[in-house]
């Protein structure tokens, strides 16, 4: 039997059939809503699907991937929530101010950051030291985990829409006198 490769150069005809899973970032119209937007599909999928550790991993991958698209292209090297988060506060970004909005999203990003600091439980069965992944955490409210992830993918649209088009980022929540 001949392997067949399930993938298409982007330099030939072959790369953009009807169904096609367009895989390069290339031709997006934004790159970071665009991979945000399937992280969150992904993440979504998995919790409905009930894959515990994979929703889990796509969940707190949705949030990295947030955080780090919410610094723009200098983000800071790093697969830590929190450095994230603390670099965001630090350049006095509108995700770690007061908004009730912002405080809900930062505290699930906290959680998902409390559970797996360094970004790898989910992700394989054990950590690098032998112990079972995701031993501290016995198992997530899927309804509330899909609220969660959500919000955040929402909000975070709305910031990088906002950027791409000029408009003033604002949270949903927030009041405009």
């Known amino acids: 039997m001949n392997y067949r490769s399930p993938f298409g150069s982007i330099d ?13 970032r290339t031709h997006c119209t934004d790159a970071a809503e665009d991979t945000i937007n399937e992280f969150h599909q992904a993440a979504v999928a998995a919790i409905e699907r009930r894959a515990p550790q994979p929703a889990f991993f796509l969940a707190r991958q949705l949030a ?21 988060l603390d670099s965001l506060e630090r350049r006095g970004d509108l995700l ?9 999203i930062v505290a699930f990003i906290r959680d998902l950051d409390f559970y797996d600091a360094n970004g790898d439980q989910g992700r394989y069965p054990t950590t690098r030291s032998g112990t079972p992944s995701l031993a501290t955490v016995c198992c997530a409210d899927p309804a509330l985990l899909r609220e969660h992830v959500d919000q955040l993918h ?10 791409r088009t000029g408009a003033p980022e604002v949270s949903q929540l927030s009041t405009v006198t």
């Open 12 to 24: 030939s005809d072959d790369h953009n059939g009807p169904d096609a899973l367009c895989l390069s």
């Open 64 to 84: 990295e991937l947030s955080l780090k698209a919410l610094h723009g292209p200098t983000f800071p090297i790093t697969h830590s929530l929190t450095a994230l």
């Open 96 to 104: 770690v101010a007061d908004g009730a909005e912002e405080h809900t």
């Open 154 to 163: 929402s909000y975070v649209q709305r910031r990088l829409a906002a950027r």
